[in-house]
C-alpha cells in the first residue's frame, strides 16, 4: 500500500531536485525524507532516484510513480474537502403522497440525490390530509400534496383526473351494495367519495382500504370492488363507470400542490423545489401512458 505522507515527498524530493530543499517544503528534516523515500522504494521494489553531490533526480521507475502520485494526492486532498463539506450537510425533509412515489422519484428526486451528495434528502410518504397536517406541526420543508380545490397557501403543480372503474364484464358492480377500494383516512379523493354520496344513491360497502394504487388496481380486476382510479392508470381490463348510472359519488378535478414550511427554507429546499416544478409535464401523465405497476 502506497501511504499518501510517502508519496507527498516524493513529489517534494521529484519538484525540487534534492533532498534538503524538499525537507523544508515538507517541514520535515532531511533525514526525515531521506527515511521516506527508502520506504517507499521498499514498498514498490525498484528505485526512484538517482542521488549524486548534485542532487537527486528521477529514475525511470521514478517518472511513473510520479504520475501516479499527483493523481493519488490530489484524489486524497479532494476526498478530505468533500468530507469536511459534509460534516455540516443539510438535511431537507420531504413529503409525498404514496401513490405518486416513483413518478417524483423517477422524473426528479432522483436526479436531486444524484446532483446535491452533501444533502441529505429524507422522503416520507403518506396520505395528502396527513402530509398537510404534519407540514403544520414542523415535521418537514416541502410537501407535495393532493386537494379538489386550487391551493390558498400552496402552488399547484398540475390536476389529476380521477373515474370511477370497475373490472370489464364486471358482476360486482351490479350488487345491491356497491363494494368500494378506496384511499385510507385522510386522503382527499377518498374524503370527497363520501362528502359527494347522497342518501338517494347506492349503499357502499368498502371491503379495502391502501394507500397502494396498485392494490387498488388489482381489487378491480379481478372484480372485487369498483374504485376512483387516476386516470393514466386505467388500462384494458377495466371500464370507466357513469356516475350518474351507477348512483356513485361525482368526482372533482384534484390538484397536485407544493406546500412551504416557511420557517425552514433555504437555498437548498429552493434548488429541490426549482427541480420539482422543471419536471412538471413529467410528473402530470396522460391517459395514453402506462400505469406503474
Known amino acids: 500500500m502506497l501511504k499518501i505522507e510517502l508519496l507527498e515527498s516524493f513529489i517534494a524530493v521529484a519538484e525540487c531536485g534534492n533532498l534538503s530543499k524538499a525537507a523544508e517544503k515538507v517541514c520535515r528534516t532531511q533525514s526525515a525524507v531521506s527515511l521516506q523515500i527508502k520506504k517507499l522504494e521498499e514498498s514498490v521494489g525498484q528505485e526512484l532516484l538517482n542521488r549524486d553531490n548534485k542532487g537527486a533526480t528521477l529514475t525511470e521507475s521514478g517518472h511513473t510513480l510520479l504520475n501516479y502520485a499527483y493523481k493519488m494526492v490530489q484524489l486524497s486532498s479532494q476526498a478530505l474537502d468533500d468530507l469536511k463539506d459534509c460534516q455540516t450537510r443539510e438535511i431537507i425533509r420531504l413529503g409525498v403522497p404514496t401513490d405518486y412515489i416513483k413518478r417524483y422519484l423517477s422524473s426528479c428526486l432522483l436526479e ?150 416557511p420557517e425552514t427554507q433555504t437555498k437548498a429546499t429552493e434548488q429541490l423545489i426549482t427541480l420539482i416544478k422543471a419536471n412538471v409535464e413529467n410528473l402530470a401523465e396522460v391517459v395514453s401512458q402506462q400505469a406503474d405497476y
Not at 372503474?165 to 377518498?190: F, G, H, W
Request: hydrophobic residues 45%; contains cysteine; aromatic residues 10%.
Open 112 to 261: 436531486f440525490i444524484r446532483e446535491f451528495t452533501c444533502i441529505e434528502l429524507v422522503i416520507d410518504t403518506d396520505v395528502s390530509g396527513n402530509l398537510y397536517k404534519r407540514l403544520q406541526q414542523g415535521e418537514f420543508d416541502v410537501i407535495v400534496a393532493t386537494h379538489w380545490q386550487h391551493p390558498a397557501a400552496g402552488e399547484l403543480l398540475f390536476e389529476r383526473k380521477f373515474h370511477w372503474v370497475a373490472a370489464k364484464n364486471s358482476t360486482a358492480l351490479y350488487q345491491d351494495t356497491i363494494p368500494m377500494a378506496l384511499y385510507p383516512e385522510n386522503c382527499p379523493i377518498r374524503a370527497q367519495v363520501f362528502a359527494n354520496h347522497h342518501i338517494t344513491m347506492r349503499p357502499i360497502n368498502v371491503l379495502l382500504s391502501t394507500p397502494s394504487p396498485q392494490a387498488l388496481c388489482l381489487a378491480v380486476e379481478n372484480d372485487l370492488a369498483v374504485a376512483p382510479i387516476a386516470e393514466f392508470r386505467i388500462n384494458g381490463n377495466m371500464q370507466i363507470l357513469d356516475p350518474i348510472e351507477h348512483g356513485l359519488p361525482k368526482l372533482p378535478t384534484f390538484n397536485e400542490s407544493l406546500y412551504l414550511n
